[in-house]
C-alpha cells in the first residue's frame, strides 16, 4: 500500500483529490493539510510514502516545504501538483528534491499513475515542461529573488535591509541587478516578468 498524505489549502481541491485517490485499491491517502506547517507535523507523526503538495499555500510554499522534506524525511518521495506550467518553477521543484510535478488541469487518471511511479524511484514529469525547464536558465541569484519578492508585496528598501540583515544601499544594489537582468524598467514590472517565468 503506498501512503499518501496530501496538502493543499483549499479544502474543495482537497476534497477532490483524496476521494480520487482513494479509489484506488494500492494507495491509501494517509492525511491530508492544510499548510506546509500542517503537513510537517504530520510528517512527523505519521510514516508516509509520497507527500503530494500544492505550490503557494499560506506559511510557505511547496517548493520551501519540498526542500525541508527532502533534508528531514529523505525516505518521502515529493510530488508538485500545481496550475503553475511554468518552467522556471518546475526547475526549483527539482532542485528542492521534488521526484514529480504534475499540472491540475491534466487528465485525473494520470494522477495515481505518477503516485505509483515516484512511489516505485522514477520520476513523473510533463515532458515538454521538463524540457523547457533547461532552456531558459533563472538568471537571478537567491539574495536578488528575496530582494525582489520582498519589494512586490511593496517593502520599502529600508524594511527589506532590516528584515534581511542588509544595509539600504545592499538592497537596492540587488533590485538594481535584477531589474536589469530581467529587462525590466522598475521593480513591479521585474516582479512580474519574474512570475510569469516562475523565477520568483
Known amino acids: 500500500m503506498i501512503r499518501v498524505l496530501l496538502v493543499e489549502d483549499q479544502g474543495m481541491v482537497l476534497g477532490a483529490l483524496a476521494a480520487l485517490l482513494d479509489l484506488e485499491t494500492d494507495i491509501e491517502v494517509a492525511g491530508t493539510a492544510g499548510s506546509a506547517a500542517e503537513a510537517l507535523g504530520l510528517l512527523e507523526r505519521n510514516g508516509v510514502d509520497i507527500l503530494l503538495t500544492d505550490i503557494e499555500m499560506p ?21 508538485i501538483l500545481t496550475t503553475f506550467a511554468r518552467p522556471g518553477y518546475l526547475r526549483r521543484a527539482l532542485e528542492a528534491g521534488a521526484a514529480g510535478y504534475l499540472l491540475k488541469d491534466a487528465p485525473a487518471t494520470e494522477l495515481a499513475g505518477a503516485v505509483r511511479r515516484v512511489h516505485a524511484g522514477g520520476r513523473a514529469i510533463e515532458p515538454e515542461l521538463a524540457q523547457a ?32 540583515g542588509l544595509s539600504p544601499g545592499t538592497v537596492r544594489n540587488y533590485l538594481s541587478e535584477a531589474i536589469s537582468k530581467l529587462g525590466a524598467g522598475n521593480r513591479v514590472e521585474a516582479a512580474r516578468i519574474a512570475r510569469r517565468n516562475g523565477w520568483l
Open 133 to 164: 525547464a533547461w532552456v531558459e536558465a533563472d538568471p537571478l541569484t537567491e539574495r536578488e529573488r528575496q530582494v525582489l519578492r520582498r519589494a512586490a508585496e511593496g517593502e520599502s528598501s529600508a524594511e527589506t535591509a532590516a528584515a534581511l
Open 59 to 79: 506559511g510557505g510554499s511547496g517548493l520551501e516545504l519540498a526542500a525541508t522534506v527532502r533534508r528531514r524525511f529523505p525516505a518521502v518521495r515529493v510530488v
